[in-house]
């Protein structure tokens, strides 16, 4: 009886070292599968290029090596002017060490198929250029937990630092931490991310500041390459406050030129400056949401903030929502490759707008030929004059890529309707504001009460259109605030629902000419 007691403890000793030690192999293998998937990503990113890969795989332990490099286009239109640190760390390449540990328990009580460390390695120009930042912390840290389902979550942290020159300008980064949950192949992930704040003190010009960042979002694969899911960033305040008068000089003339060809002389050119001030904004939102429906992409977005408070005047609340509905997943995606090809690219603002003016019409054309609908469902702007509330939606039904080139044909297959309520105060000031960029005026030449009787003769302008078209029947006039209805339909303009009809102007020429004859008929 001992002797058979013995052969079966014997026997299950032997099971237990062979699973103890052939399960942390099994789970090695599995584990590089899953850090593989990982590869095919980063194979796939178009700003980061893999350099070297090598994976040395152990019975308890392995050790996997990337080598990376920041594409030479990445951010390539505005990298002139990024600082000389920063254009440093970018053409440097990084080595991503993974320490991996694999078994059923392998650093934890739960079981796993393996346990990641991320060791980050830069080169001695770079580190010499961090160490500044970080002093000897690491400037990032990632630690990867793989489930037993292939599915795992990722931690990356990176430390706060508190960094000041001699010259006055201060950097108080409060760190970040980001978590990553994803399934199996990396079909499906959440992100979750946080920033208590950055505070960038400009010696004595001024300061910019925002705190209590979070960014949550949420991605699947669907039927194309396009990602899906949800997104919200939410950030509690953000300031910006100069100390010094901001002087400005745009020469809206040479604009003008470039765009229409006319030489309208240089009497539009508004020249100035801001007073010193601050701009507080407080509990920003911006959130996305995009779902695939067959061919089709239904996307949604909303931004909003509660309070924004510039000088004296306070705004807000915002709440924009909008929606874009029937879009072709197949040209959206042909669209966003075409856009991220052209971010790699140096190109001026003019030629990058003309290249995405054509990109619009070749990549994204059936966007537009397959009776997409866009819809402002909500615009509500809280302002000092009043309440701004606009609202709508816009069809395009039957358009051709010849329909296009044309805009008669093209507004003739759009349907829109939006409804709209603005502050008359509203705009009023908004056509002073304008005459006063646009047009120089000489303070000297009549002193502030030039000024006030010019901006006097405007508000007076506005309002006696406005009252022209309310009692023409196109807007309502309502305790100050214009209301009115705008419809498109069959290349046909309606407000408040009458055929808007543009009167032409008195022909003066004709006018004029004709009265020399009569004149001349007139005399003996």
């Given amino acids: 009886m001992n002797k058979r007691v013995g052969m079966v403890i014997a026997a299950l000793v032997a099971v237990v070292l062979v699973v103890v030690l052939a399960v942390p192999y099994y ?70 060490v993974n320490h991996v540990r694999h078994g059923l328990f392998a650093g934890s009580l739960r079981p796993v198929r393996a346990q990641v460390d991320t060791e980050f390695r830069f080169t001695p120009e770079v580190q010499q250029i961090l160490m500044r930042f970080f002093g000897q912390q690491q400037p990032v840290s990632m630690h990867n937990t793989i489930f037993l389902s292939g599915s795992g ?34 079909h499906e992930y959440d992100t979750h991310t946080t920033n208590p704040g950055l505070t960038l003190v400009l010696a004595d010009k001024g300061q910019i500041a925002y705190e209590g960042l979070t960014i949550d979002t949420h991605t699947q694969e669907g039927q194309t390459e396009l990602a899906l899911g949800n997104s919200k960033l939410n950030l509690k305040s953000f300031s910006v406050q100069w100390n010094d008068a901001l002087s400005y000089d745009v020469r809206l003339n040479d604009l003008i030129n470039l765009v229409t060809n006319l030489q309208i002389g240089a009497f539009i050119n508004p020249t100035g400056s801001v007073p010193p001030s601050k701009i507080v904004l407080h509990d920003l939102s911006f959130g996305t949401e995009m779902q695939e429906q067959g061919e089709w992409i239904n996307s949604r977005g909303n931004f909003g903030f509660a309070k924004l408070i510039y000088g004296k005047e306070t705004y807000g609340p915002l709440s924009i929502e909008a929606s874009a509905e029937h879009l072709q997943a197949k040209s959206l995606l042909a669209l966003k490759n075409k856009l991220t090809q052209l971010t790699t690219q140096k190109l001026s603002n003019d030629a990058l707008q003309a290249a995405i003016i054509q990109a619009a019409k070749t990549e994204g054309l059936g966007l537009f030929t397959h009776d997409p609908v866009l819809k402002l469902n909500t615009f ?45 105060k509203l705009l009023e000031g908004f056509a002073i504001s304008q005459a006063r960029n646009l047009f120089t005026v000489d303070p000297s030449v009549g002193g502030p009460e030039a000024l006030a009787d010019i901006d006097e003769t405007i508000r007076l302008m506005v309002d006696s259109t406005i009252r022209t078209m309310a009692q023409d029947g196109y807007v309502r006039v309502n305790k100050g605030v214009v209301q009115s209805q705008v419809t498109l339909s069959r290349n046909q303009l309606t407000l408040n629902g009458k055929k808007f009809v543009n009167e032409p102007e008195p022909d003066y020429w004709d006018n004029s000419a004709s009265a020399p004859n009569a004149a001349s008929t007139a005399q003996p």
């Fill in 27 to 96: 789970m090695g293998y599995k584990a590089e599968q899953s850090l593989q998937d990982q590869q095919s990503i980063l194979a796939k990113t178009s700003f980061l290029t893999v350099k070297q890969h090598t994976y040395e795989r152990g019975w308890f332990s392995s050790t996997e090596t990337t080598v990376v490099q920041f594409n030479p286009s990445f951010l390539a239109s505005v990298q002139q002017q990024l600082p000389d640190n920063v254009k440093k760390v970018l053409q440097q390449p990084i080595t991503l």
């Fill in 153 to 186: 979550q990722i931690n990356v942290v990176v430390p706060k630092f508190n960094y000041e020159e001699l010259s006055g300008i201060k950097l108080l980064w409060q760190g970040l931490q980001t978590q990553v949950d994803y399934a199996s192949g990396y």
């Fill in 380 to 424: 509500r702007f809280q302002m000092p004059d009043g309440l701004v509330d606009v609202h709508g939606q816009m069809a395009f039904k039957g358009l051709t890529a010849a329909d296009m080139q044309q805009l008669n044909t093209m507004l003739a297959k759009t349907d829109a309707q939006f409804e709209f309520a603005v502050p008359q």
